[in-house]
């Protein structure tokens, strides 16, 4: 083995930070997304294109946001289990807002540097959906305290971002 090179867990423990980075709270900045725990009523629409036309659907699935592994995560699943759920926390070491996307086509991984912009959170990538890849924008927006959305775009090769679909959620009581 090389002496010069030592495993991640030598290096924390080089550090002298293992335990605290074990018993780190959940990140502050946690609590400026919080409003979004609790059970939403998810609207479509689908923007129509040269080609394509859009749509709307309204009601379309139950949407449930609750905080995971001790706090450090919320995540948003659907009623009934489909398959789909949404990842979001705050990386302390990169201070990075983090976001994780699976469902049963693909499975993307979306960092931003930015912080909460008032009510805006902007989340972007290289992702390949479908056998197809492109950049795409996440962007959150709060509306209300009992509304907010998801609205995605596309990066076209002008460098301009094309909107593609939102997909709005209603707090439900």
């Not at 995560?73 to 659907?78: M, S």
């Not at 912009?117 to 989340?123: E, I, P, T, Y």
Request: net charge negative; charged share 30%; glycine share 4%.
């Amino acid at each position: 083995m090389n002496a010069q090179w030592l495993s991640l867990y030598e290096r924390f423990a080089a550090r002298g930070d293992i335990g605290a980075i074990a018993s780190r709270p959940p990140p502050d900045e946690l609590h400026e997304i919080d409003w979004l725990i609790g059970r939403w009523r998810e609207d479509f629409e689908l923007f129509p294109t040269a080609t394509v036309d859009g749509f709307q659907r309204e009601n379309v699935n139950t949407v449930v946001c609750q905080p995971i592994l001790d706090g450090h995560w919320l995540r948003l699943t659907r009623e009934p289990d489909d398959g789909w759920m949404s990842n979001i926390t705050f990386d302390m070491y990169d201070n990075k807002w983090v976001l994780f996307d699976m469902d049963s086509h693909a499975m993307r991984f979306h960092q931003t540097g930015q912080r909460v912009d008032g009510d805006r959170l902007m989340f972007e990538a290289e992702v390949r959906l479908f056998d197809e890849s492109c950049t795409l924008r996440e962007e959150l927006i709060r509306h209300s305290d009992d509304q907010w959305s998801w609205n995605y775009s596309e990066l076209r090769p002008d460098k301009t971002w094309q909107p593609i679909d939102r997909h709005t959620y209603t707090r439900l009581r």
